[in-house]
């Protein structure tokens, strides 16, 4: 019992980087905004967190590089895609390889860096429950923050004037615009903040995670976030659910691995990205339910002289 128990708490800090990533790729959705390069800014935030608790030895300053980072990337895409109406998804690519690329370049002198002593977290009483207290209350900070930051966005989006006009940015621009909203600056606003939020996740990673740097150690969660976006119908509550799901298939690998059962370690490590294949073919078979939830203008330009 004592091994489930740690097997869901892995699953709950796998499934944390996963819920983050999605959850900034749902704002920009919600907006109307298609952006690939999750898995670029993701990179470069995982260097930047990494480089700058090296140096200042301080695991929230290191997450605030990683978010700024993310921001940055993020307002540059922004401007591409919502001012100069560049085709979002090759932009996204381009992004994607972009940040590949600089975050190997700017991480070569970090890779045989080392972190400070990684702190131990427990939550008083309650992590000294026999089973409860290793699954749930012995996590870092940011995976209850992440929890927190779910039930916010629902209220955000589906109770707030402003999340309201986010989604009408979605929905109908030219609507919104006619109403006197300025669908671009709200679009890019949305853009930075998701931005933001895979820096996060980025930073998560190297900082937390696995707590060093190594060239591509994002290994394609920025996908697998994309994906979870639309498992989950753009919604905050089932981005998490969806994240812990796909966080527990990663996890599954190395419990079977530490068991010993006998299954060869290449199909194991495939196991979340078949997973995450799995569910969007499944999804897509049924494309009205999509069209339902989807945002009715994701990737589509905004012309605001049309």
């Keep these: 019992m004592e091994s489930y128990a740690l097997l869901f708490a892995a699953t709950l800090n796998a499934g944390t980087v996963l819920a983050i990533a999605a959850l900034g790729l749902l704002i920009n959705e919600k907006a109307g905004i298609v952006n690939l390069g999750a898995e670029g800014m993701m990179l470069c935030a995982a260097v930047a967190g990494f480089a700058t608790v ?36 090759a932009t996204g690519l381009a992004l994607s390889l972009f940040g590949a690329g600089f975050s190997a370049f700017a991480g070569i002198k970090y890779v045989q860096e080392k972190l400070p002593e990684r702190p131990h977290f427990s939550i008083p009483l309650l992590g000294d429950i026999p089973l409860l207290g ?25 109770r707030s004037r402003t999340g309201l006009v986010l989604r009408s ?32 996740a980025g930073a998560y990673i190297s900082v937390v995670y696995t707590p060093l740097w190594v060239e591509g150690m994002v290994a394609g969660k920025g996908w697998i976030a994309l994906a979870l976006t639309t498992f989950a119908t753009w919604r905050p509550a089932r981005v998490l659910l969806g994240a812990y799901l796909f966080g527990g298939v990663t996890m599954l690998q190395f419990h079977f691995q530490g068991i010993g059962v006998d299954i060869p370690s290449q199909f194991l490590t495939m196991l979340p990205y078949l997973a995450t294949i799995v569910v969007l073919a499944l999804i897509s078979r049924n494309p009205a339910w999509i069209r339902i939830n989807m945002p009715a203008s994701l990737g589509k330009p905004f012309y605001p002289g049309s």
Excluded: K
């Design 54 to 89: 090296v140096h200042t030895g301080n695991d929230w300053i290191g997450f605030a590089a990683g978010m700024g980072a993310g921001a940055v990337l993020a307002f540059l895409f922004g401007l591409l895609v919502i001012w100069l109406n560049t085709n979002q998804y």
């Design 134 to 158: 290793p699954a749930l209350f012995r996590q870092h900070p940011m995976v209850y923050l992440t929890m927190a930051l779910v039930a916010w966005l629902i209220w955000f989006l589906y």
């Design 169 to 200: 940015v979605g929905e109908s621009p030219e609507s919104a615009h006619a109403l006197g909203y300025p669908v671009r600056r709200i679009r890019l606003a949305a853009v930075v903040a998701g931005g933001a939020l895979c820096g996060l």
